[in-house]
């Protein structure tokens, strides 16, 4: 089963308003979950690193105002998209580690949440 | 810069046939190279990784990939497809970082198979 949630799978919003996707470790404690933006027919293209009970950090060109990420508990980070508007429209995904992250770390993937701005 | 490189954007293949999907990788470091596959509505799943060691590895459904250091490649390979092989796929580096460590994916490749 899936060790990684996220939530919701879809959600389509008006142009303005404000989005927040859910992702959460559902059998062990995340540290660290990192957020990935997926345009259609491309890659995942990581957007910034969640950080548990610190700031996260953002890739460059990433606007820090416009997706703000919060990382409040061990197994919940949230990704907000402020004023949304058509050109945020995009799938989202998130990841996790099961502890640090290094190259032999088993990291699960979310389902995604696919994002639609009006 | 560093970076992973897949050529091909889009694949289509007979099923039965065998199927190869090219990935390239730039990354002064020792090299993690990974294999993720992305069906419909779901999410990544891993095929199959490299770390060191023999530099053909096996993966889940059949799939195998090359490790080749002086073409700074990680190709994958499938000696015959089936219609349920019909899904993106990804090449990744994982890049050890002062900023942080961090997975690179490439650009993907969809690949469609034929009846």
């Known amino acids: 089963g899936a060790v990684v949630s996220q939530h919701p799978s879809w959600v389509i919003c008006k142009s303005g308003t404000s989005v927040k996707i859910e992702c959460r470790s559902l059998?062990?404690?995340?540290?660290?979950m990192f957020w990935y933006r997926q345009f259609p027919k491309q890659s995942l293209m990581l957007m910034a690193t969640?950080?548990?009970?610190?700031?996260?950090?953002?890739e460059q060109g990433v606007e820090k105002d416009k997706f703000l990420i919060n990382h409040a508990s061990l197994t919940l980070s949230t990704l907000t998209v402020t004023s949304a508007h058509p050109e945020d429209s995009s799938f989202y995904i998130c990841?996790?580690?099961?502890?640090?992250?290094?190259?032999?770390?088993?990291?699960?993937f979310g389902n995604g949440t696919r994002l639609t701005v009006t | 810069a560093q970076s992973v490189t897949q050529p091909d954007i889009h694949i289509t293949v007979s099923e039965g046939a065998s199927l190869e999907l090219r990935c390239n990788y730039s990354?002064?470091?020792?090299?993690?190279l990974f294999w993720y596959v992305q069906s419909p509505g779901q999410g990544l799943q891993l095929l199959l990784k490299?770390?060191?060691?023999?530099?053909l590895v096996q993966g889940i459904k059949g799939f195998e990939a090359e490790f080749k250091r002086s073409q700074s490649s990680f190709n994958l390979r499938k000696p015959s497809v089936h219609w349920s092989d019909a899904a993106e796929y990804f090449c990744?580096?994982?890049?050890?970082?002062?900023?942080?460590?961090?997975?690179?994916f490439g650009g993907g490749t969809r690949v469609l198979v034929k009846p």
């Open positions: 990841s996790a580690p099961k502890g640090a992250l290094y190259y032999n770390s088993p990291l699960h």
């Open positions: 059998d062990f404690q995340a540290t660290t």
């Open positions: 969640s950080n548990e009970g610190s700031k996260a950090t953002y």
């Open positions: 990354y002064g470091a020792t090299p993690y």
């Open positions: 490299y770390f060191s060691g023999d530099t």
């Open positions: 990744a580096v994982f890049m050890i970082k002062a900023a942080g460590n961090k997975l690179t």
